[in-house]
C-alpha cells in the first residue's frame, strides 16, 4: 500500500477499513459474536481508533500470530459456542449480505462454505521459456468469509503449521473433508493496493 499505517487502517469514505468490515456483518447480523484479530502491537492504536470513528459493533480482540494459520487458531480459542464460524478478511468491507445469507446457508447444509468468482481474463501458465493456456472455466478466484462448523474447523487446525496452508479451506482439504463453494462478489475486493481504495470508495 505504500503507507506508514497497516491497509486495514485506512479510512474508507470517512471510517477505518476493518470498522466496515465488522459493520457489514452486524448489519447481516446484529446478534453475531465478532472477533477481530490483530498483531499484539495494533491493538490499541486499533481500540483508539474505535473511540475516534465511533466504533459501535461489540468485538473482542485477540492477539494474532506469525501466520495467518496461528491468527486463525488464537481467534477459535476465544470462541466457547458451538455453531458456525465465518474467518473474514477485514480489509474485504464489501461483502454483500446476499454473500453472508448464501454462504451460511451453505455452510449449515454441508459444513463448510468457500466464496468464489469466476475468471474473467484469460490465463496462462509461464514457466520459464515455456507456457501454456490454462482454461479459466475452470480457474476460480477464492474470496471471504470461508464459513466452516466451528467444532470441526478447531479440530482440522489442531495441528502444526505447514506452508501448504494458504486458507482455511486449505487446511479443511488437507485434512481429508469436502468443500462446498458458493458464490462470492465481484464487489467483495480484497483492499491490497491504493488502487482498491479508490474503487473501493466508488462502490461504496
Known amino acids: 500500500m505504500g503507507n506508514a499505517v ?33 498483531p499484539e502491537t495494533q491493538i490499541s492504536y486499533w481500540k483508539d481508533l474505535c473511540e475516534k470513528y ?19 487458531k488464537n481467534g477459535l480459542k476465544a470462541i466457547s459456542a458451538e455453531g458456525f464460524v465465518a474467518v473474514h478478511d477485514g480489509v ?12 451460511f446457508e451453505t455452510a ?16 496462462r501458465m509461464i514457466d520459464g ?7 479459466r472455466t475452470k480457474i476460480k478466484r477464492i474470496q471471504t ?13 489442531d495441528v502444526e503449521y505447514r506452508l501448504e496452508f494458504t ?6 482439504e488437507l485434512a481429508g473433508k469436502k468443500l462446498y463453494f458458493y458464490k462470492g462478489s465481484e464487489q467483495n475486493i480484497k483492499i491490497t493496493t491504493p488502487y482498491d481504495l479508490k474503487i473501493a470508495e466508488v462502490l461504496l
Not at 447444509?109 to 475468471?119: R, T
Not at 468469509?145 to 487446525?157: G, R, T
Not at 486458507?167 to 479443511?172: G, P, Q, R
Open 108 to 123: 449449515e447444509k454441508f459444513g463448510s462454505a468457500i466464496p468464489y468468482v469466476d475468471s474473467v481474463d484469460s490465463l
Open 145 to 157: 468469509p470461508q464459513i466452516f462448523d466451528v467444532s470441526q474447523l478447531k479440530d482440522v487446525m
Open 167 to 172: 486458507d482455511e479451506a486449505s487446511v479443511w
Open 92 to 103: 474485504r468491507p464489501l461483502v454483500t449480505m446476499e454473500m453472508l445469507r448464501d454462504g
Open 54 to 72: 465511533s466504533c459501535n459493533v461489540p468485538h473482542l480482540v485477540v492477539s494474532g500470530g506469525k501466520e495467518r494459520f496461528d491468527s486463525v
Open 129 to 135: 521459456e515455456t507456457s501454456k493456456t490454462l482454461d
Open 6 to 38: 497497516p491497509k486495514q487502517f485506512l479510512l474508507l469514505n470517512g471510517k477505518p477499513v476493518l470498522q466496515r468490515s465488522l459493520e457489514a456483518f452486524a448489519a447481516f447480523d446484529p446478534t453475531m459474536t465478532c472477533i477481530v484479530v490483530l
